[in-house]
């Protein structure tokens, strides 16, 4: 069964950081592009970061360049989406989706997702 399970969520100060992991199960990473999306309360979800499946390529959010850092390790069939500066707005439901590119908007299968919370 194909699965993607976020983990790494949680509560951190204004400029702290998180990494967040997706792991895949049931199927081989490596040929899958990971787009990481996030939902903040009361706003429509939107894309943050994607990076190919060889890795070579990556995309960022302008809200979030500078900041964040993707990254895979196919070798162990996950993901990562390294937070850092994180700011309030940056508060939401982080998923991870599995995609054939980054340049597509077609979804193969969406995580569960892990709630990021940036409050003092």
């Known amino acids: 069964q194909l699965q993607l399970v976020e983990s790494g969520g949680g509560l951190v100060q204004p400029g702290g950081s998180l990494r967040l992991s997706c792991a895949a199960s049931?199927?081989?990473?490596?040929?899958?592009?990971i787009d990481w999306y996030r939902q903040a309360p009361g706003k429509k979800r939107e894309g943050v970061s994607c990076?190919?499946?060889?890795?070579?390529?990556?995309k960022y959010a302008d809200s979030v360049k500078g900041r964040f850092t993707i990254s895979r390790d196919n070798a162990k069939n996950t993901a990562y989406l390294q937070m850092n500066g994180l700011k309030p707005e940056d508060t939401g439901v982080y998923f991870c989706?599995?995609?054939?590119?980054?340049?597509?908007?077609?979804?193969?299968?969406w995580g569960n997702g892990t709630t990021v919370t940036v409050s003092s």
């Open positions: 990076i190919s499946s060889s890795g070579g390529s990556t």
């Open positions: 989706v599995l995609k054939f590119s980054c340049g597509t908007d077609v979804v193969i299968q």
């Open positions: 049931g199927f081989t990473l490596n040929y899958y592009a």
